[in-house]
């Protein structure tokens, strides 16, 4: 055993399968814009005592902290007293303070970095405001103008000595893409490999919104780029590893054993030795009818300062599996007394999407503890609960003095149960994270590639790596009865296959207005169109993809715009069918009959030539109701004729 534990980390990989080279310890530098980790435009701070916090994971203890550092930019109101300051911390530990009047010159900021306490995994930078205008501190809220921005184009250096050989630091959110290469042709075991890979990928770099590309062939031709680009390669050698880093390119085994082997490990943090369990993380544990905050990634830290205090939780439908019904919330959170006879004094207001649900008298408390219901109708796919505690205006002008609040992560959501689901985009993803089916014709590379763009799409924004059953479509005998019950199904298949779906794409067809009988949307026979439908099928919430048209390719395209995390179009999946045109025209529609209606010009459909001539064939209703009421008046309405005199 002396020698393993001499060797170290070539001992750790081989517990995991993975056989790695050796080579000299280089150094790499990382550049993460703050753009990367989903700030895309400048974060303003509002108020005198704003905070503002921002982290990566640390890959490692083998950061040059010499070399290493964070770039803030940062740009203060310019009415600001020039003494107003900023504070900035590393880890909870501050580390600088900045008045204004330095920063208004120079809005650049570097922090060196520092190591993170052992155990620590993130990287966090925390920034702290004491902002003011005048001496009067309602007139400074009042002119709107107490305010600091921090600006996109901040970002952070990293420099790190490491060798070439572990896996862990190939999972890092600094690439502009990365790329899965898959060999062709595939047999059923390497199609379901891809598939669970590419979702497996879509999941790990689900919060650095780093797109992953499906590619066919040899990674070589790409000729990507080793600072800024990654490639993962699905291989088929006997002889080599199962999993094995060179550089900027991680080479997996073509089997969904091993696949599923890195779902289930968090390649992110893994420590060399780390033993990887065999079990299935495709199956969902069992859910309870309960989220703490603290299991939604609530941080509980307490907020003190001047005015409102404001507290945002934000979740997403996936992270409580599914749609509740009878939501409701318990709030626990403790504050400083405001008041010792004025209740008023401070008040705490509860918003859910927008919506206000409560308002409550809290000066002479320093707890509150309540249950309030939260209506089910304003639940969308991503929600923000706001809860705001407000000091009284007078209270805080004649007293000016800080106020720390503190809402606790033992706080949680309740619901009874599930909504059953809609048969339409608003199960997206909720309803698709258990085990399901994938239905694929494999003799079609670009269903293939659109198909697993798809599940990636469920599997970033549901949060969990979906690894679903493949089923070939080549084995299906009848459509009507597909095999096993799964909770959700993707289908990607050929247009002829005979499925109840909002439109049958067999035929040419046209989505219309019924109101002023505009045609939004027309198949034409030259064009093809990509089409991702939501429906029941057997009764499962099901996905198909598939197209019209001549061109097979444009369902790479549908799978390839619909799985953009810069995009994010699942957020705006409404109704049940989505279309994209090769131009990458995105559009979704409502067929369910209530707004819009499909229509197939090669047949004849009553219900539309009716609502179409509706106000003809009532004019000729009313002619023809006409000349019966003539008619019959004719006929029974003529006085009667005096009865002619007997003959003397």
Same mark, same amino acid.
């Given at each position: 055993m002396r020698w393993c534990w001499g060797l170290g980390i070539g001992c750790g990989w081989l517990v995991l399968g993975i056989l790695p080279g050796w080579s000299q310890p280089k150094r790499t530098v990382q550049t993460i814009p703050f753009r990367n980790l989903g700030y895309t435009r400048p974060v303003v701070l509002r108020g005198a005592n704003p905070e503002f916090g921002v982290s990566i994971p640390l890959f490692g203890r083998n950061l040059d902290t010499k070399q290493s550092f964070v770039q803030l930019e940062l740009a203060p109101s310019p009415v600001l007293k020039p003494n107003s300051a900023v504070r900035i911390s590393l880890n909870g530990r501050p580390v600088r303070v900045i008045q204004v009047k330095d920063l208004l010159p120079q809005k650049s900021v570097k922090i060196p970095l520092q190591l993170p306490p052992p155990g620590e995994r993130f990287l966090f930078v925390g920034l702290e405001s004491f902002l003011q205008i005048s001496e009067d501190f309602c007139d400074d809220v009042a002119s709107g103008n107490l305010f600091l921005t921090v600006g996109e184009d901040s970002f952070f250096r990293l420099v790190q000595t490491e060798g070439d050989t572990p896996v862990n630091y190939w999972f890092r959110p600094t690439y502009d893409r990365v790329?899965?290469?898959?060999?062709?042709?595939?047999?059923?075991?390497?199609?379901?490999?891809?598939?669970?890979?590419?979702?497996?990928?879509?999941?790990?770099?689900?919060?650095?919104?780093?797109?992953?590309?499906?590619?066919?062939?040899?990674?070589?031709?790409?000729?990507?780029?080793?600072?800024?680009?990654?490639?993962?390669?699905?291989?088929?050698?006997?002889?080599?590893? /199962?999993?094995?880093?060179?550089?900027?390119?991680?080479?997996?085994?073509?089997?969904?054993?091993?696949?599923?082997?890195?779902?289930?490990?968090?390649?992110?943090?893994?420590?060399?030795?780390?033993?990887?369990?065999?079990?299935?993380?495709?199956?969902?544990?069992?859910?309870? /009818?309960?989220?703490?905050?603290?299991?939604?990634?609530?941080?509980?830290?307490?907020?003190?300062?001047?005015?409102?205090?404001?507290?945002?939780?934000?979740?997403?439908?996936?992270?409580?599996?599914?749609?509740?019904?009878?939501?409701?919330?318990?709030?626990?959170?403790?504050?400083?007394?405001?008041?010792?006879?004025?209740?008023?004094?401070?008040?705490?207001?509860?918003?859910?999407?927008?919506?206000?649900?409560?308002?409550?008298?809290?000066?002479?408390?320093?707890?509150? /503890?309540?249950?309030?219901?939260?209506?089910?109708?304003?639940?969308?796919?991503?929600?923000?609960?706001?809860?705001?505690?407000?000091?009284?205006?007078?209270?805080?002008?004649?007293?000016?003095?800080?106020?720390?609040v503190q809402v606790l992560g033992s706080s949680y959501l309740d619901w009874n149960g599930y909504q059953r689901p809609q048969g339409n985009f608003d199960d997206v993803p909720q309803d698709f994270l258990g085990k399901g089916q994938v239905v694929v014709d494999m003799e079609n590379p670009a269903l293939v590639a659109g198909t697993a763009q798809v599940l990636g799409m469920l599997s970033r924004s549901g949060r969990r790596p979906l690894l679903p059953e493949l089923l070939p479509a080549s084995e299906v005998k009848n459509w009507g009865n597909l095999p096993q019950r799964p909770q959700w199904r993707l289908l990607g298949t050929t247009p002829a296959v005979p499925l109840n779906s909002p439109i049958r794409l067999g035929q040419t067809f046209e989505i219309l207005n019924p109101m002023n009988q505009k045609v939004l949307l027309q198949a034409e026979p030259t064009a093809s169109i990509g089409v991702l439908q939501a429906f029941f099928h057997q009764g499962v919430p099901t996905l198909w993809l598939s197209w019209w048209g001549d061109q097979s390719q444009v369902v790479d395209q549908t799978g390839s715009v619909l799985s953009d995390p810069v995009a994010g179009l699942v957020n705006q999946l409404q109704g049940n069918v989505a279309t994209v045109t090769p131009q990458g025209s995105f559009d979704v529609w409502d067929l369910t009959g209530d707004t819009l209606q499909v229509r197939y010009p090669d047949e004849l459909n009553w219900w539309l030539l009716l609502r179409r001539y509706r106000w003809v064939l009532l004019g000729l209703f009313l002619v023809l109701g006409g000349i019966l009421a003539w008619r019959l008046y004719q006929r029974l309405g003529r006085p009667a004729k005096p009865p002619t005199p007997p003959a003397p």
């Open positions: 790329v899965l290469a898959v060999p062709e042709p595939m047999d059923a075991p390497t199609t379901q490999a891809a598939l669970w890979l590419f979702s497996v990928l879509s999941y790990r770099f689900r919060d650095s919104r780093v797109p992953v590309v499906w590619h066919r062939g040899n990674v070589a031709s790409l000729k990507l780029n080793p600072d800024t680009e990654a490639a993962v390669v699905l291989h088929q050698e006997e002889k080599a590893p /199962n999993i094995q880093r060179q550089g900027n390119v991680l080479r997996v085994r073509a089997q969904p054993a091993v696949v599923q082997s890195l779902a289930q490990a968090e390649p992110a943090f893994m420590a060399p030795g780390v033993e990887v369990l065999n079990s299935d993380p495709a199956a969902p544990e069992r859910l309870r /009818n309960r989220r703490l905050f603290s299991e939604l990634g609530w941080n509980e830290t307490a907020k003190t300062g001047l005015g409102t205090q404001s507290f945002r939780l934000t979740f997403d439908l996936a992270q409580l599996g599914g749609r509740p019904q009878d939501l409701s919330l318990a709030l626990r959170s403790g504050f400083t007394q405001m008041s010792k006879d004025d209740s008023s004094a401070m008040s705490a207001q509860i918003f859910f999407n927008g919506t206000f649900i409560n308002s409550f008298n809290v000066g002479t408390q320093t707890q509150l /503890n309540t249950t309030l219901v939260l209506p089910d109708a304003r639940l969308q796919r991503t929600n923000n609960l706001d809860v705001v505690f407000t000091v009284a205006q007078e209270e805080y002008c004649r007293f000016p003095r800080p106020v720390t």
